[in-house]
């Protein structure tokens, strides 16, 4: 990772206490993605968790998640020469489904994913903002796999060292921008 990517975060992501409710502090991007420089950084590190070593793209789709996810994910979609794919919340996606339900830090939901987004073989990096719990990455991951595509790594900006997202997720590869 650069250090304008870990100086965007460090210095544009800004802590909302009580936000969506009492107990949690929300990790508002809004402020990095209005920042050119900051968004590029950001986009150019996190695209680095879908290629190799010699810079060559190994992933054929990036799914994002709903919503802030989207945000991330399809510039990094387009920066590997790769297909985005949108993963959201239950009754979103017209067309058919597969759904799985979770847990969330502070609550419960559903993810859905086209049934044909994905080919079977399909490699496929996951992008979020946030691993807090690891809920939504590991919901994903099964949504991946139940098209019979393989996820080959998660990329987020930042990880919730205090909650168990990385134990959640096993030993899916993670690429984290920033640990708090």
Do not use: N, W
Not at 133 to 141: E, L, N
């Amino acid at each position: 990772m650069t250090d304008a990517a870990l100086e965007a975060l460090q210095r544009l992501v800004v802590d909302v206490p009580d936000f969506p409710e009492p107990g949690v502090v929300f990790k508002d991007i809004t402020p990095m993605l209005a920042d050119h420089s900051a968004f590029t950084a950001v986009i150019d590190a996190l695209a680095t968790a879908g290629r190799d070593g010699s810079g060559t793209t190994v992933v054929d789709k990036v799914v994002g998640m709903e919503a802030r996810g989207f945000i991330l994910a399809a510039p990094v979609a387009l920066a590997l020469g790769a297909g985005f794919v949108p993963v959201r919340k239950v009754g979103k996606l017209p067309r058919e489904t597969h759904a799985v339900s979770y847990a969330l830090e502070y609550g419960q939901a559903t993810l859905e994913l086209h049934s044909d987004a994905i080919s079977p073989g399909e490699r496929v990096l996951l992008v979020d903002d946030v691993l807090a719990t690891g809920g939504t990455v590991a919901a994903t991951q099964q949504l991946v796999e139940s098209c019979g595509g393989v996820a080959v790594g998660v990329a987020v900006l930042l990880e919730l060292s205090f909650l168990p997202g990385r134990a959640t997720i096993g030993d899916l590869p993670l690429h984290v921008l920033r640990t708090v």
